[in-house]
């Protein structure tokens, strides 16, 4: 759990650097093509001085480029949500993926999940409502749609890596997955002319942070969660927005109100409960 919960945290301060990248003039697209190419890169050149064995059989590969074409389809429907809804809405929604994960792992076979995380799941959906004010925010239907497409295809890519993958070394899992990424995202900002680079020296900071903790904390993911047991440990994942609040108030210098602190206390105390049971 504490694994989990450091990514999490890794994953939010990947947000934070983000929103430094944006305001300094960098667009979604680059961000995203740029934190998914490096990371491939990086892992390809780790692999190589390594020398880890990264000769797959077809079947595999196969399976190993259509979870990187889910994150691909996670990434644009996540920011088609962003654009159309306040981004704590969409967060909100999103964040519906490690109660899909638990709920679609048990239902195709896996454990069944505890008492519990089951109950621990709509409390953290809650408590998560609570930290992020969404409370009176504009409602679009489309947004939320997209919001929730973004989650049904992360919570099947980290699905389909824990049962189709679990057996290859992380660092390929993660290396196919970001490479088919990057290469759908650059197809397609090329095509549409979105990419835009940050204007001044604390975006290309923002943008280079953002590369590594989003590149640490999805390596971290795709190596650790196939071995864990998605169905009791995937609530600790709504941890990440939890983090998002404390670091932007740190960091970024943003309020925060006293509900929202209470909305967060009840997502942390619903990511323990599960632990405190066992």
Known sequence: MLALLLIATTFGSNHVAARVAFDHGASVTTAVAVRSGFTALFLLALMRVLGVPMA??????????????????????????????????????????????????????????????????????????LALDVFGKPVSAGGIAWALGAAVSFALALLLTARWLKDVDGRLRTFLTMGVTAIVVLVAGTATQAFSFPNALAGWTGLALLTVFYGLAITALFIVLPHLGTANYAVVLNFEPIAVLFLAWAILGQAVAPLQMLGALIVIGAITLPALKR
């Open 56 to 129: 797959l059989p077809r079947a595999t590969l196969a399976r190993a480029l259509s979870i990187g074409l889910l994150i691909a389809v996670q990434s644009y429907c996540l920011y088609s949500a962003v654009a159309m809804i306040p981004v704590a809405l969409a967060l909100l929604a999103f964040n519906t993926f490690p109660m899909l994960l638990a709920l679609l792992s048990w239902a195709t076979g896996g454990d069944r999940p505890r008492p519990a995380a089951l109950v621990a799941m709509p409390v953290a959906l809650v408590g998560l409502a």
